[in-house]
């Protein structure tokens, strides 16, 4: 396998044999002796396989993270796949390899990544056009000009809803008794960034005359989320709730505000749930936001 760079005294490509990578090696170039980066310091060099050696996997670890790079899910990575494949020019690089769910990976197949997500997004757009059209939006707050604003600023599209990302799992209020389960209506991962508090505003409305919880909730991005357990002692200390009781047709405002504990580079993943409990509860707008 052939490790392929730029040699570090002639900037040409040059290459070394990947088991020989540690030692001295001349560039065919320049015939200057050098050292070989590692894939940690050179993220395009590349070697001549469709297989990456494990030193390449660990950086791209490193760089990019254990979830799936998709944006709006959550899932551990399944493997790492080329965001360009290798027939379509792509190399066998820490740049060109990214972290993916299986489910991820197997939907982008052999496709350009860019070109995959953006079938992807069209096809979750047609499917939900009849949909209302809400906004969501991550702001920081403007009295900190010292926030290093790109941990906020989230690429088009990462605030996918839920819902588009996962597939539906089966209810488990379907069983004779069990108590009625919440809904998750949104969640947005956020961004590496000192995310110190959570704020989701609405406006509601209930078709019918009952009762309703509204949850903000938050946990560690790489968690998956088991809102059934919402109330109990799994979220207890990452969740609040605002409780409806309305007749039917009424509307309202309201707000619920969480704040996440301190934890150096944290990421997390906000996300909103609604128990509704017979009235039909709709949001007509809102905004989830995050603040320092
Ligand atoms: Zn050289
Ligand atoms: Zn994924």
């Not at 790109?150 to 690429?155: E, F, G, K, L, N």
């Not at 597939?167 to 000192?194: D, H, M, Q, S």
């Given at each position: ?34 050292y ?24 791209v ?39 993916m769910?299986?489910r ?15 079938a ?9 056009k ?6 969501i939006?991550?702001?920081s ?23 588009a990302?996962?597939t539906p ?7 004779a ?26 406006d ?16 560690p ?15 207890s ?56």
């Amino acid at each position: 396998m052939l490790w392929n760079y730029n040699c570090p005294d002639c900037h040409r490509p040059t290459a070394a044999d990947w088991k020989l990578r540690e030692g001295e090696v001349v560039c065919h170039l320049c015939e200057r002796t050098h050292y070989p980066p590692t894939p940690h310091e050179d993220r395009y060099a590349y070697v001549d396989s469709e297989q990456w050696p494990k030193e390449m996997e660990d950086a791209v670890v490193a760089l990019r993270g254990t979830i799936c790079s998709v944006p709006g899910c959550y899932r551990e990575r399944a493997k790492l796949v080329h965001r360009q494949s290798l027939k379509a020019g792509g190399k066998t690089s820490v740049d060109n390899l990214m972290p993916m769910c299986e489910r991820h990976a197997v939907s982008k197949g052999e496709r350009d990544y860019d070109e995959w997500l953006v079938a992807v997004r069209q096809e979750d757009a047609d499917l939900k056009k009849d949909e209302p059209k809400f906004e969501i939006t991550i702001t920081s707050r403007p009295a900190a000009p010292d926030l290093p604003v790109a941990d906020y600023s989230a690429p088009p599209g990462l605030m996918l809803p839920l819902a588009a990302a996962r597939t539906p799992r089966p209810l488990k209020a379907a069983v004779a008794n069990a108590p009625p389960l919440a809904e998750l209506k949104l969640a947005i991962p956020f961004l590496r960034g000192p995310a110190g508090k959570v704020v989701f505003d609405y406006d509601w409305e209930m078709k019918k005359s009952g009762r309703c919880h509204v949850f903000l909730l938050a946990w560690p991005r790489s968690d998956e989320p088991d809102i059934s357990l919402l109330g109990g002692p799994k979220y207890s200390w990452l969740s609040t709730a605002k409780d409806h009781l309305g007749v039917r047709d009424e509307k309202g405002s309201a707000q619920l505000e969480l704040s996440l504990p301190g934890m150096p580079g944290g990421r997390w993943t906000a996300a909103v749930a609604v128990l509704d409990l017979g009235c039909e509860f709709q949001f007509t707008e809102y905004a989830l936001a995050a603040t320092s």
